[in-house]
């Protein structure tokens, strides 16, 4: 039998601040939790539940899901629908909730991509493994080359105007694709409130394809994925690879990224972080909620340590222009 769950009543004076989504009434955390690793059926279900509640204790209202987390697919959205039942069914109205449809999901030729098809019925799917009424925000989780853009865009408009979801949003698309999806969700009055993109340290493609100024332009928030490329940003890899980390499953984050010549750019990142005092997980970090441009960065964690280290960059967000010389040195 489960303890009954009883957040934090300082979870939202405990230092969590929250940054308006670009144009929009919404404000989210400076730090979210993505549950794509983690909360699955392969997972300990016991660690995420601990790593949820200390999350909202610590006012992360934020949680990001896709149709696909797992593995297996679906079943982050299970356990989190668990979640919603037995922790959190008194508090949905404080959380702003999540889910993408885009990848692979199921066999057949409705079960990926930007189809009116796949994205309702992926969508409906969500919504009974979360239990819940709606979501916050469905996100186009990636541009489909093939289907029309506008088939993908007017269903975004269609599950606002059926209010399974409150918010629309596009992930991963490119520069042209997104300005025609801001530009067409506008005119049919839904706004897109966020892009989620990766970013971080060591992948500034959203800086140079210019995809934060155009977000900006439109009055779109950015919202950050992989902000700690995946644990490459931390001192998970400084001396070795250890045998319970995401780069040992060999799936998503392989060996071979890690080359000699990244190994000691990443030390000499940790060198820069100690000195102002922080772990390399919370340099990066820190390096990205100080951003102007990104409302809020979506933090994966295997552990409620590994988040505790992650909540503790929003104390200190500012950064000497010595400092991002050197980390611009570095990474040269
Ligand atoms: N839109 C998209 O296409 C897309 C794609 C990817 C992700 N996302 C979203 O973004 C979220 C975050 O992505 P991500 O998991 O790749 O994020 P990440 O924060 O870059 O990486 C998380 C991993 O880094 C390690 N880590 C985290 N904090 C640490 C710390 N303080 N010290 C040492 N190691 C630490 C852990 O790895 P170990 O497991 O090895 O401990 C953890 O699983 C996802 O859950 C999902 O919601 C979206």
């Not at 990142?269 to 970090?285: D, F, I, K, P, Y």
């Amino acid at each position: 039998m489960d303890a009954l769950y009883s957040p934090d009543a300082n979870r939202y004076t405990n230092g969590m601040n929250y940054h308006r989504a670009g144009q929009s009434g919404v404000l989210l955390p400076e730090i979210s939790l993505g549950l794509w690793h983690n909360f699955g059926d392969v997972d300990t279900f016991a660690n995420a539940r601990a790593m949820a509640h200390y999350a909202f204790d610590h006012g992360i209202v934020h949680f990001d899901l896709a149709n696909n987390y797992g593995p297996s697919a679906g079943s982050a959205e299970e356990n989190f629908g668990l979640l919603m039942q037995k922790s959190f069914s008194s508090y949905r109205d404080e959380l702003f909730i999540s889910t993408k449809a885009g990848h692979d999901m199921w066999n057949g030729p409705y079960g990926e991509w930007g189809s009116r098809k796949y994205l309702m019925s992926s969508l409906d799917q969500s919504l009974r493994r979360m239990k819940l009424e709606y979501v916050d925000i469905f996100y186009s989780h990636r541009f489909d080359p093939v289907t029309p853009l506008e088939e993908t865009l007017q269903t975004l408009v269609d599950v606002v105007r059926q209010g399974k979801a409150l918010y629309v949003g596009i992930s991963k698309y490119p520069k042209e694709a997104a300005k025609k999806a801001y530009r067409y969700l506008e005119e049919r009055d839904v706004h897109c409130l966020l892009y989620q993109g990766r970013y971080n340290l060591l992948n500034r493609e959203p800086e140079e394809e210019g995809i934060l100024k155009q977000a900006q332009q439109n009055g779109t928030g950015f919202i950050a994925f992989s902000p700690l490329a995946q644990g490459l940003l931390t001192n998970r890899y400084l001396n070795g690879i250890p045998s319970d980390s995401r780069m040992s499953k060999g799936v998503f984050l392989k060996e071979n990224v890690l080359t000699q010549d990244l190994l000691s750019r990443l030390t000499a990142l940790n060198e820069v972080a100690l000195r102002r005092g922080q772990t390399l997980a919370e340099m990066s970090l820190s390096w990205l909620v100080h951003q102007e441009t990104v409302t809020s960065v979506i933090v994966g964690a295997s552990s409620v340590a590994q988040l505790a280290d992650n909540l503790k960059a929003t104390e200190n967000t500012e950064f000497a222009p010595e400092e991002l010389a050197r980390i611009e040195e570095i990474l040269g």
